[in-house]
């Protein structure tokens, strides 16, 4: 069996620039193509002469980017306009109909506001997108004849997907950016129980357990409201979708429960843009925002209006969204350099910020930044408070546990944190090897297999009844694969649930079945068909 090679142009053990060569058998396959955003020479985008000298298109089979965030596809239009990329490339349709405006407006601040020259046109950009092609949730896409691959939810940010690749027996995850938990407009990642050989994730919080959702949401609330009661203005530098939409409906809610008069600002012109994509794709949305949908639109703010630069002098508190979100360039860093000198003012930073950017420096204490040959003083109050949308350390042995690989390669992350991660994995993989143990031992596989009956209602009509238990969790189970029969029958993971005669008798009820693995799944589809036939 030929081994699978892994070569990281970027993101190897750093966060930005992901960019990964994943080599199996003769196949050459890239995973993101992203930048750096700490830099600004020819360290921002990938070496890819490391890998071949000119022409990429005889050397990589296809390119996959995993979301929008440019650090994943920053680089994309340089690779294919300017090194010379011409095969296929595969995103999901929300991130094809995101990523050209990101590349857009990041172009525009590195070629007209800084004046850079080795930059990509807009032109370029367009012609980069139409080498892409978009793929469904759980679609099976075949490249060539030997490559396969099939797109998975990851929650993060509207469109990011987590990709199964399979080159003949042979086969891989990639993760790009997910989160295992579920927030207030995006559902949490999910895979099949697919046992990869290789299991590639980032690992940017490989260290971190987070706190309850609760109380941070509760804890920003409680010092974004004493700020502007004290006459303070509030900086929330962020990214213009993702946590934007997360930061603002949770400041939408409580300003209209507690009456607040205070001005919320959002960088002009984003929110109107997140408000179209969250209806083109709200089907890639939590169940909450789906519902409420038809009656109110969740990203139609009352409390937040759109900002002009000429606010930013403005007397009297405020709260301003401004992008990006890791004060690197933009509108989130000149409104950081006019206020930062002042005590009653807050800079809430809810993401991550890699090295080399101002924000990291501000989190990391500094009380005089150098920013366009100007020293800033710093004595605004500085908070970072995580809202961000990757899997932390729990969340990231929860998708090892669900999905099962042989091995796990960690990226996207630091090295002396991947290194303590690194040890929690090879304990988990170790007691869930339990198949290659009884091999060892010559002991035949053994499945403890749980199931359960239940009765129909003397009533119903047993074909229409599990029609309607079908029907029931596909709608309910909308991040899981439904596989169904001709008969209505159908199964999720290794939860079977089927129709049958009740012994010799006329009578028929519901058999559900399902492997121990899988018991948790299988009670919540129990619990589910119990509720449809008691209707």
């Known amino acids: ?90 995103m999901t349709h929300p991130t094809k109909a995101i990523a050209p405006i990101l590349l857009e407006d990041m172009r ?104 309850s959702k609760r109380c941070r949401e509760r804890d920003f609330l409680k010092k974004v409201h004493e700020c502007v009661n004290n006459g303070g203005k509030v900086l929330i530098p962020v990214f ?70 000429s606010y930013i002098d403005n007397p009297g508190p405020m709260v301003v969204f401004a992008t990006p979100g890791m004060l690197h360039a933009g509108l989130s860093l000149t409104i950081f350099k006019k206020w930062a000198p002042f005590e009653q003012n807050m800079l809430i930073m809810p993401g991550y910020c890699v090295q080399g950017t101002v924000g990291a420096q501000v989190l990391g204490g500094a009380k005089k930044i150098e920013i366009d040959r100007q020293t800033v003083e710093v004595k605004l109050s500085v908070e970072y408070m995580s809202f961000s949308a990757h899997a932390d350390a729990k969340g990231i042995m929860q998708l090892i ?31 869930m090897d339990s198949q290659k143990a009884a091999d060892e031992l010559g002991l035949p596989k053994q499945e403890l297999i749980l199931s359960c009956p239940v009765p129909l209602p003397d009533d119903s009509q047993p074909a229409t009844a599990l029609a309607k238990i079908s029907n029931k969790v596909q709608k309910d189970l909308v991040n899981w694969e439904v596989v169904t029969r001709r008969d209505d029958s159908f199964c999720v993971q290794s939860v079977d649930v089927s129709l049958r005669q009740k012994d010799q008798s006329a009578k028929f009820e519901i058999l559900v079945k399902w492997l121990y693995e899988d018991d948790e799944l299988g009670n919540y589809i129990l619990k589910m068909v119990k509720s449809v036939l008691e209707e």
Request: charged residues 20%; aromatic residues 10%; neutral net charge.
């Open 108 to 211: 525009k601040v590195a070629v007209e506001r800084k004046g850079e020259t080795n930059f990509f046109t807009s032109a370029m950009i367009k012609d980069c997108m139409k080498k892409v092609i978009a793929v469904n949730l759980h679609q099976v896409v075949q490249v060539d004849n030997e490559i396969e691959i099939k797109a998975y939810y990851a929650g993060h940010v509207l469109g990011a997907a987590m990709f199964h690749i399979k080159v003949g027996t042979q086969s891989l995850v990639y993760t790009g950016d997910y989160n295992m938990t579920p927030d207030r407009h995006l559902g949490a990642a999910w895979i099949d129980r697919c046992r990869p050989d290789l299991l590639i994730s980032e690992s940017t919080y490989a260290t971190t357990i987070r706190d």
């Open 1 to 90: 069996m030929a081994e699978i090679h892994v070569t990281p142009l970027g993101a190897g053990q750093d966060v930005g620039r992901s960019c990964i060569i994943a080599s199996i058998g003769s196949k050459n396959i890239m995973l993101d193509c992203g930048m750096h955003m700490g830099y600004n020479d020819e360290r921002r985008f990938p070496d890819f002469s490391y890998i071949v000298d000119g022409n990429l298109t005889d050397h990589i089979d296809c390119v996959i980017i995993s979301h929008f965030h440019l650090d994943h596809c920053g680089a994309l239009p340089f690779m294919t306009e300017m090194v010379g990329y011409n095969g296929p490339i595969y």
């Open 240 to 309: 213009a979708l993702g946590r934007a939409q997360e930061l603002c409906i949770l400041l939408e809610t409580y300003w209209e429960r507690m009456d607040l008069k205070v001005p919320i600002y959002f960088a002009a012109g984003l929110t109107e843009k997140a408000n179209s994509y969250y209806k083109m794709f709200i089907s890639w949305t939590n169940q909450k925002i789906k519902k409420t949908f038809v009656r109110r639109n969740m990203f139609e703010f009352k409390h937040i209006k759109p900002f002009d630069k």
């Open 401 to 431: 546990q669900y999905c099962q690989p042989k091995n796990v390669l960690l990226v996207h992350g630091e090295g002396k944190k991947m290194d303590f991660l690194k040890k929690q994995i090879q304990t988990v993989l170790t007691l």
